[in-house]
């Protein structure tokens, strides 16, 4: 099992308002944060939208995933209700993926996170050169 994951629902009251951030590992929030947060789940949420893939679908898409990050990411998205997973009962069998409608909100917000970072990727390259360029001069 994954560090900081349990198969138990967790309950704990780690902050009074969902607002607020919580820093403790066992937090709901954090939790989930870090699950939504993190790049693989970031990209099958993306690819994900409006359409249903197969496994092999998503592993030839996203450039750099292992076959078990893959399963690892798709189960932990299933698990938290974001993905729905389909069997189809022929042979081979067909396994399809898609967003759940709670992962069709996920995605919305995403999109936006997208939009931002499309609008101020030239201002944080600049802010990036100017910093490489001050560390240089500190070596």
Known sequence: MEEGTS????????????????TREDCDVRQILDRIGDKWSLLVIALLDNRVLRFTELKKTIDGISQRMLTVTLRQLERDGLVRRTVH???????????????????????????????????????????????????
Do not use: M
Request: hydrophobic share 35%.
């Open 7 to 22: 198969k138990e629902p967790s309950h704990s009251e780690c902050t009074e308002d969902a607002f607020q951030w919580d």
């Open 89 to 139: 009962p022929v042979v081979p069998p067909r396994v399809d993926y898609e967003l759940t409608p709670l992962g069709v909100t996920l995605h919305d917000t995403i999109q936006a996170l997208v939009t931002w970072t499309e609008k101020h990727q030239n201002e944080i390259a600049t802010a990036r050169a100017t910093y490489d360029s001050r560390d240089a001069v500190v070596r």
